[in-house]
């Protein structure tokens, strides 16, 4: 097979120059896409016609290339189609205990289905098994993302999810982050049910000193700018952005703070009304700005912000996709279903008004230049968030808050890999990089929708067509 032509008369003129070359031995690939139109995701630029090669798991060659010939184990036709890195879901749960450890693992599949091919577990009670997964991928026996594990999560005593390491004093975050490094764990991700602000403080300026990178939720008794100051990476979802885009915040963290000694702690959910009502065009301006001069990133998980504000309109009884949710992780789900359903209208009303707020804060981060992550919160507890489909349904959303298509795929393929600090290994097509890679039917920057139209997905170098996902799929379907 040849990748071109060399048009006549420039062959001829090469003879006479004395240029001409007995034809190349054949190159082989593992995989080649033919005539493929390449999305730049640093660009937003589509570059048409183009053939990209795969060996050994790797991006090897790119571009019209006047390639004498090259045989191929296996080709696919790209005419017609888009080639985008594969996509990264940094937020999502792998959680609820042993006797839920093989359900967990089934989602692997449907992260995989969908085009992601790294997720980023933001901690639970299943680290060993996460562990023993990413083993499993890497010998070529399992199929599914990549996977950075936080291990478990950091917070204070008598947290709320099973598995946390609880710590109150300095002394016991060193432990617990001893315990972390000896776990080799990809990052810290702190928690906040039970944590005080100072231990908090104390986890993240610890890490920092250990070289581990630290995100989470925060006490609501401390200031975003303390911990961005500190050195916190990234902060999840936007509850504790928008604290800090109050004009009183100062006022509000010292309410909270004095509550904490008395028998009505004040928490997060109690003091949204009062945030909201003061928030200030200018303190959101001097937060993004002190968050884009530390490199501290946004995961705005608008997804499930989404999906929980509207459970109790939206009937999830007929999702198709429930089909692939283990029956014991669909057990989990009513817990937050249950919780929504005792809000008062006024309530649910308040929340959703929060959320189309939170939509407002995500090109603004933008334009400041703070790096936001896509991520979809998917797992057990976290009612019809379903993994795969959520992280498709996010990319959406930050499109709809004002994110460019480009931006938001950056959100979801080169910010991941540069959060984790394996940019110069994948994050975007180039020769040399991984071969995680999702074609599509249609222009993802057209409209960001497209990420849907799956023909294939290449992970690890391994191709995956439509008919492949589906098989898998059914693998995974409840009996
Ligand atoms: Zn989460």
Request: glycine share 8%; with cysteine.
């Amino acid at each position: 097979m040849k990748f071109y032509r060399l048009p006549l008369a420039l062959s001829a003129a090469a003879l006479l120059v004395g240029f001409a070359r007995r034809p190349a031995p054949a190159v082989s690939y593992d995989v080649v896409i033919n005539h493929v139109s390449v999305v730049d995701v640093l660009t937003g630029k589509v570059s048409a016609d183009q053939t990209v090669a795969v060996a050994h798991g790797k991006i090897v060659q790119i571009g019209p290339v006047a390639q004498a010939r090259y045989t191929a184990r296996q080709t696919l036709d790209g005419r017609g189609r888009y080639l985008l890195p594969g996509l990264w879901d940094m937020h999502v749960h792998f959680r609820g205990g042993d006797s839920l450890a093989a359900a967990n693992k089934k989602s692997l599949t449907l992260y995989l289905a969908h085009g992601i091919t790294t997720v980023r577990d933001c901690g639970g009670d299943l680290t060993p098994r996460i562990f023993e997964w990413r083993r499993e991928e890497a010998a070529g026996t399992l199929a599914g993302p990549r996977i950075f594990t936080s291990g478990p999560k950091i917070d204070g005593p008598g947290a709320t999810w099973p598995g946390s390491l609880e710590v109150e004093t300095p002394a016991q975050v060193s432990k617990a982050l001893d315990s972390l490094q000896k776990l080799r764990v990809d990052y810290v991700k702190i928690y906040d049910s039970k944590i005080s602000g100072e231990a908090y403080l104390s986890t993240i300026v610890q890490a920092e000193k250990r070289g581990m990178k630290t995100t989470g939720h925060m006490p609501y008794s401390v200031t975003l700018g303390e911990a961005v100051t500190d050195g916190l990476d990234a902060t999840e979802h936007l509850y504790y952005v928008f604290k800090a885009c109050s004009g009183k915040e100062d006022s509000l963290t010292a309410l909270v703070r004095n509550s904490l000694k008395t028998s009505k702690p004040l928490g997060l959910f109690v003091m949204l009304p009062a945030v909201y009502d003061t928030y200030s065009p200018a303190a959101a301006q001097r937060i993004f700005r002190l968050m884009a001069a530390h490199h501290t990133a946004a995961v705005p998980t608008l997804a499930i912000g989404k999906t929980l504000a509207e459970l109790v309109e939206n009937d999830h009884a007929h999702d198709t996709l429930r089909a692939y949710i283990d029956p014991r992780i669909q057990a989990t789900y009513t817990r937050r279903l249950a919780s929504a359903r005792q809000q008062s209208a006024a309530a649910r009303a308040f929340t959703q008004k929060l959320e189309a707020k939170f939509m407002s804060l995500v090109p603004q981060l933008q334009v400041a230049g703070v790096t936001i992550l896509a991520g979809s919160d998917s797992g057990p507890f976290n009612s019809f968030v379903y993994p795969g489909a959520s992280l498709q349904d996010e990319l959406v959303l930050l499109v709809q808050a004002g994110l460019t298509p480009t931006q938001a795929l950056q959100a979801a393929t080169i910010n991941g890999a540069r959060f984790m600090g394996v940019a110069g290994r994948t994050g975007t097509i180039a020769v040399g990089k991984d071969a995680d890679l999702l074609l599509l039917t249609a222009n993802p920057l057209s409209n960001i929708a497209n990420v849907k139209k799956i023909a294939a997905v290449v992970s690890r170098g391994k191709v995956y067509q439509a008919p492949e996902l589906a098989g898998l799929l059914r693998a995974i379907k409840n009996k």
